[in-house]
């Protein structure tokens, strides 16, 4: 760390960061717990503790000595980027912090929490009335924090700068619109040609969660996930991939029985994001620079190995031995069904299942949704039909249960609202690297020997080491010479699609 912080007012900052940064790590591993191994009937206490530890961090972050320490600091010349990155990232997040009322806080923390249980009940019964009330709350507090938070154009912006520093409404009215035109199109044509099967009959096909599971671990091990040493690999009702430290960093999966790429291309996702995680340099260990630089760069990391690597004829290929060996109802397909099995296209009613061309169409539905949630427009009362109608108008298809409509997602329940934005700048910069990678580094003959050191190496050196020392847009001109834009997107689709 000595190397990177030589200032003695940084040093002092992060020293004091430590206190702030234990109670996160703390309250991640709470988290993991909640997800995994946690009783049922623990969700009450739990949701207390983790409010009163959020309440204490919230406090530590905006104690008067900190806060001009890092005031002080601000104004310093001849700080390195790191250094610089430091002090942008905490004076962002004590912005943050000042603007949200301690009470409110503590009071969306509590009731997100009891709404992860709800939510979980509600989806499991297809009982949407369990879940309503909490989504109702939830809006009515996340619209105050955008108020608190500020705004200018629309409340939305204040929700998505959170998750993606700089953006807003104007940003993704400019992306999803143009783009779901464009995918509206490009599923018609790939309908019409039917090189892609809509269906596959091993989506049908059942398995026991034990063959799976030999079969995640084994593809895992091949493309460089250090289970055991610094990783694990746990089941949950929604996937998901936790930091709780550099050397400490856990995904999960599913096994639903059936359709065994569910499971397969969800643990390939999330090992994309705690790759990005994993390799981010051990010198900014403990600092607020050991995280990702934000949610789009990251979703970018695990669908550049969902799909670009995943779904792509080279890796069923390579992996196809190993799909033979432990699932017996692969035997009767050969590597090419199964790479169009991998492929399917079709409009569909998941999210977390559907296809490249249709994902982002899922996208475009609930930023709609979720501008007009905070511009109170609608109720959650609303949402069920009004889901139902934009699922017909955008992807082509209709819910018939809650369950697979408007309570599909964990994310609301979790108040993460302004997040989803976040998996389509994803998919944006998945194609953007794909780009470099085959042209720096011949991307499609590495994945055909397995060779995924390379690849690991580039990522590293181009994007994971450096955490948050520099905002998003400015890492993605500095390491791709490019911003987020939707061509190269749209290009990997129509080559891999109708080219």
Do not use: C
Request: no cysteine.
């Amino acid at each position: 760390m000595a190397m990177y912080f030589q200032n003695e007012i940084v040093k002092e900052i992060i020293e004091k960061y430590r206190q702030i940064w234990s109670i996160g790590h703390a309250l991640s591993l709470m988290s993991w717990d909640s997800e995994t191994y946690m009783p049922k009937a623990g969700v009450e206490e739990r949701a207390v503790a983790r409010a009163e530890l959020s309440l204490l961090a919230q406090q530590l972050i905006l104690k008067p000595e900190f806060v001009q320490l890092v005031d002080r600091a601000s104004g310093l010349e001849g700080l390195n980027d790191y250094e610089k990155g430091i002090v942008r990232v905490l004076q962002r997040e004590i912005r943050i912090m000042k603007a949200i009322p301690p009470s409110l806080l503590a009071e969306l923390e509590k009731t997100t929490q009891e709404a992860m249980h709800a939510w979980r009940m509600a989806k499991e019964s297809n009982d949407y009335e369990k879940f309503k009330p909490y989504l109702d709350k939830i809006i009515k507090l996340t619209r105050e924090k955008a108020d608190y938070l500020g705004w200018k154009e629309h409340p939305y912006d204040a929700l998505l700068d959170l998750y993606e520093e700089g953006l807003t409404t104007r940003d993704v009215d400019r992306i999803l619109e143009p783009l779901a035109k464009e995918l509206k199109a490009l599923l018609s044509s790939v309908m019409y040609e039917g090189r892609f099967p809509q269906r596959h009959p091993l989506e049908d096909e059942r398995y026991e969660r034990d063959w799976m599971e030999r079969v995640n671990l084994e593809v895992l091990k091949i493309i460089g996930f250090p289970i055991g040493e610094r990783s694990r690999l746990d089941v949950s009702a929604h996937p998901f991939t936790i930091s709780i430290g550099l050397d400490d960093v856990r995904i999960t999966t599913r096994y639903e029985g059936f359709d065994f790429k569910r499971s397969l291309l969800s643990t390939i996702h999330e090992f994309g994001h705690a790759l990005y995680e994993l390799q981010i340099d051990p010198g900014l260990k403990y600092t607020p620079l050991a995280e990702g630089a934000s949610l789009g760069v990251h979703e970018g990391q695990s669908r550049f190995w969902e799909n670009v690597i995943g779904r792509s004829r080279e890796f069923v290929e390579l992996i196809y031995p190993i799909l033979r060996k432990n699932l017996p109802l692969v035997s009767r397909f050969t590597s090419e069904e199964v790479y169009l099995y991998f492929n399917t296209v079709r409009p569909s009613l998941i999210r977390t299942e559907a296809d490249e061309v249709t994902y982002n169409l899922h996208i475009a539905l609930r930023a709609r949704l979720e501008k007009l949630m905070i511009e109170g427009s609608v109720k959650a009362g609303d949402l069920p039909e009004l889901w139902n109608n934009l699922m017909e108008e955008l992807v082509g298809v209709k819910p018939k249960t809650y369950s697979e409509g408007v309570l599909q997602d964990i994310h609301w329940s979790m108040g993460s609202i302004g997040y989803f934005p976040t998996y389509t700048l994803g998919n944006i910069v998945a194609a953007q690297l794909r780009y470099h990678i085959e042209r720096e580094l011949k991307l499609s003959e590495k994945i055909s020997r397995g060779e995924f050191e390379s690849i690991r190496e580039w990522l590293k050196n181009r994007i994971h080491r450096y955490g948050r020392t520099y905002p998003p847009k400015e890492l993605l001109r500095m390491s791709l010479r490019e911003e987020y834009s939707v061509e190269p997107l749209v290009k990997y689709l129509k080559e891999k699609y109708l080219g």
